[in-house]
């Protein structure tokens, strides 16, 4: 099963760089070296998935309907039990290509069902990154602070210093 961090580099992996989208998963290598790091195979069907579920999720996360793409990604998947020494065991039934995509979204929820609330966009709209709040008070807005939040924080400062009236 997949964790929080291979989630998160999934979602983050369409960065935006220098005011550009970019989409590290265009590159067919880098998507099959993810999947590898993850016990996935690589190869095409593989990456087809894999890209289909991340930008489903995405998409999920940003308010935008995505529910008829998940539901292809899950679509005849079953959890099947199997009996172990430590008691029972879980295992996923699905082809070998969809595996992976489908560990992807169960990640998914299984984030949403522990931390409700705490997987969210970042609050920079020049930014698609998302972002898992760990803080205590469940109050991070940036990705980043260094980057998103500083830059915003900086422009709301210059925008008031504007306004403010100028001593005569």
Do not use: Y
């Not at 169960?106 to 997987?119: F, H, I, Q, S, T």
């Not at 830059?151 to 001593?167: I, S, V």
Request: proline share 6%.
């Amino acid at each position: 099963m997949l964790d929080d961090q291979a989630l998160m580099q999934a979602l983050n992996s369409t960065p935006v760089v220098d005011g550009r989208r970019q989409d590290l998963w265009r590159d067919d290598d880098e998507v099959d070296r993810w999947a590898r790091e993850h016990g996935g195979l690589g190869g095409d069907e593989e990456r087809r998935w894999l890209r289909t579920a991340r930008d489903a999720l995405q998409a999920v996360e940003s308010g935008t309907a995505a529910e008829p793409r998940l539901s292809r990604v899950l679509a005849g998947v079953r959890k099947a039990p199997q009996p172990s020494a430590s008691g029972i065991e879980w295992h996923l039934e699905v082809e070998p290509e969809r595996r992976l995509a489908v560990e992807l979204v169960l990640a998914w929820a299984d984030v949403k069902e522990r931390m409700p609330g705490r997987l969210r966009p970042c609050e920079n709209p020049a930014c698609r990154l998302f972002l898992l709040d760990r803080s205590r008070a469940n109050t991070a807005r940036w990705c980043s602070m260094k980057t998103c939040g500083n830059r915003l924080k900086a422009r709301r400062h210059q925008a008031r210093a504007r306004e403010a009236p100028r001593p005569e």
